[in-house]
């Protein structure tokens, strides 16, 4: 057995989210096994999230194994797909603490939020009126770095769960940051009594991008995460001209791990300027462009989610 596979099974049996953490065996020579035993067992804000999260009908995380794959423009058109069918309420909540951008995408960034006698107010994109919550919104500007370790991360992501009044929705979706980190624990534990109904894989046709999609699945596994199914985002260029789209990475990558790890492929976005555009320029691109062969792909992927979902 190598290292790798002896730090898999620490991991596996790891009690982190039991009474037992940093007490347990399995703890002794971990360098958090101080910060757990501190931290570990029965939280006192559990039930606070349970009920604000159990107004939720239904909880999606977004996930990519590496960056730049388009996870948060896929979160983005995704909401607003969903929220423009069957006039279904959305939130977003941007957990990528670091390297928000979910502020610029919804035309938010310049909304304050505000503190009401219920929580914080998540602010309300023009666009189909998602409700939108980020630490983007909480900066000074733009330019502002966000500096925080895992413990005020966890403790971030906490206080948007109980903190936030999000009402009654029909979805959330949580839009998490590249790989499997803190963020990615933190929402799957604090989720755990409530049960979010998956997680949709977001990545490129390339092969490095395909690649570390095979570790998001082991995570989700290894948590108790159900893969709803996989997008596959820039599968092709659609020409400004003739409407045409041209394939830009070539291979059968996505098709073969779905096959292989038996996913469903909920469908694919082509790279349209025009939806660049709106994107970049605070326009809906539903509403400006929805003959784009981007949004009937994502309208496609928001029903096929929906039914997988009401289903399940």
């Given at each position: 057995m190598d290292s790798l596979e002896i730090l898999d099974e620490k991991l596996t049996e790891c009690p982190a989210n039991s009474e037992d953490a940093g007490r347990s065996s399995v703890c002794e020579g971990c360098p958090g096994q101080t910060l757990c035993r501190?931290?570990?067992?029965?939280?006192?804000?559990?039930?606070?999230?349970?009920?604000?999260?159990?107004?939720?009908?239904?909880?999606?995380?977004?996930?990519?194994?590496?960056?730049?794959?388009?996870?948060?423009?896929?979160?983005?058109?995704?909401?607003l797909a969903l929220a423009r069918c069957q006039s279904s309420k959305v939130g977003v909540v941007d957990l990528?603490?670091?390297?928000?951008?979910?502020?610029?995408?919804?035309?938010?960034?310049?909304?304050?939020?505000?503190?009401?006698?219920?929580?914080?107010?998540?602010?309300?994109?023009?666009n189909e009126d998602v409700k939108v919550m980020s630490v983007g919104s909480m900066l000074d500007s733009d330019t502002t770095s966000v500096i925080f370790r895992g413990p005020r991360k966890t403790g971030l992501i906490k206080r948007f769960l109980k903190d936030t009044f999000w009402g009654k929705l029909d979805f959330l979706i949580c839009d998490t940051p590249p790989g499997t980190s803190d963020e990615h624990m933190a929402i799957v534990k604090l989720l755990k009594n409530v049960k979010?109904?998956?997680?949709?894989?977001?990545?490129?046709?390339?092969?490095?991008?395909?690649?570390?999609?095979?570790?998001?699945?082991?995570?989700?596994?290894?948590?108790?995460?159900?893969?709803?199914?996989?997008?596959e985002n820039m599968s092709g260029l659609v020409c400004p001209c003739c409407k045409e789209t041209s394939e830009v990475f070539p291979g059968r990558g996505v098709v073969s791990l779905a096959e292989s790890h038996n996913i469903p492929i909920l469908g694919s976005l082509p790279m349209d300027p025009k939806v660049t555009e709106c994107c970049e320029n605070d326009r809906n691109p539903?509403?400006?462009?929805?003959?784009?062969?981007?949004?009937?792909?994502?309208?496609?992927?928001?029903?096929?989610?929906?039914?997988?979902?009401?289903n399940g």
């Open positions: 501190m931290q570990g067992g029965a939280d006192p804000d559990q039930e606070i999230i349970d009920v604000r999260m159990g107004a939720i009908k239904h909880k999606v995380l977004i996930l990519s194994g590496k960056g730049g794959v388009g996870k948060s423009t896929v979160a983005y058109l995704l909401s990528d603490i670091c390297g928000p951008s979910i502020p610029k995408l919804f035309n938010v960034e310049n909304q304050p939020i505000v503190q009401s006698p219920y929580g914080w107010k998540p602010l309300v994109s023009p979010p109904d998956g997680a949709i894989l977001v990545t490129t046709p390339q092969e490095v991008a395909v690649a570390t999609i095979k570790k998001e699945i082991s995570f989700c596994r290894k948590m108790g995460v159900a893969v709803l199914g996989l997008v539903l509403e400006n462009y929805p003959e784009s062969p981007t949004v009937q792909g994502i309208m496609e992927i928001s029903s096929r989610l929906i039914g997988l979902v009401n």
